[in-house]
């Protein structure tokens, strides 16, 4: 029978975590099944490109989203489960403070759309954490919850709607407008922002 010593985790050059199973060297999360020097093979010192930490974790809480934006590539995202069990979700972060990122990116889909959502942020006081959004449902009151306390990335292509609007496709009306003014709102706050655009020839 196995100790626990058996099973050691272990950190690959890309910053992520696998267990390994010392008794026959297969990480057991590996779909490679490979050993962990092999798994490395083309790394020319693994030693100085390990991480002790991940730097980056993107979480996607939901695939819900209220855009259809023509770019997105994500069809495989916005067919995820949402996750709304808290044991589920508390298992999640309990494994994210055990790894220690340094960012953990909260994302979707529309992460704004989970209905658990402030139980997950109120869970972070381990890392710094980034939440997308697409700006449409930030609420006063949400924007009062994470003030200085997260960064917010929202996503704009233009401050068009006749722009924005094609680019997005959103299900919402006049949603340029819904977003300018919910980052105007940001500005109120002293919210911590950044705007992430998608440069096409329409807005180039």
């Not at 798994?39 to 980056?56: G, H, M, Q, R, Y």
Request: a negative charge; one cysteine or more.
């Amino acid at each position: 029978m196995k100790t626990t010593n058996d099973i050691e985790y272990v950190k690959f050059c890309d910053g992520f975590y696998e267990t390994i199973d010392i008794y026959n060297e297969e990480c057991e999360n590996c779909f490679e099944k490979n050993l962990f020097n092999v798994c490395n093979k083309d790394v020319a010192d693994v030693e100085s490109t390990i991480l002790k930490n991940p730097l980056l974790i993107n979480w996607t809480v939901t695939g819900k989203c209220q855009n259809s934006c023509l770019y997105c590539y994500g069809d495989d995202i916005i067919s995820c489960k949402t996750i709304i069990n808290k044991m589920e979700i508390d298992d999640i972060i309990n494994h994210l403070q055990y790894i220690r990122p340094k960012v953990v990116v909260i994302s979707g889909g529309e992460p704004l759309l989970h209905p658990l959502l402030n139980y997950v942020i109120d869970k972070f006081t381990f890392c710094e954490v980034i939440i997308d959004t697409n700006g449409i449902a930030l609420s006063e009151k949400f924007i009062k919850v994470i003030k200085k306390r997260f960064h917010l990335r929202i996503s704009l292509d233009s401050q068009l709607e006749v722009v924005n609007g094609y680019l997005r496709k959103s299900s919402i009306e006049n949603s340029t407008d819904v977003i300018v003014n919910n980052i105007k709102k940001c500005i109120e706050e002293n919210v911590v922002f950044s705007i992430q655009t998608v440069l096409t020839d329409l807005n180039y």
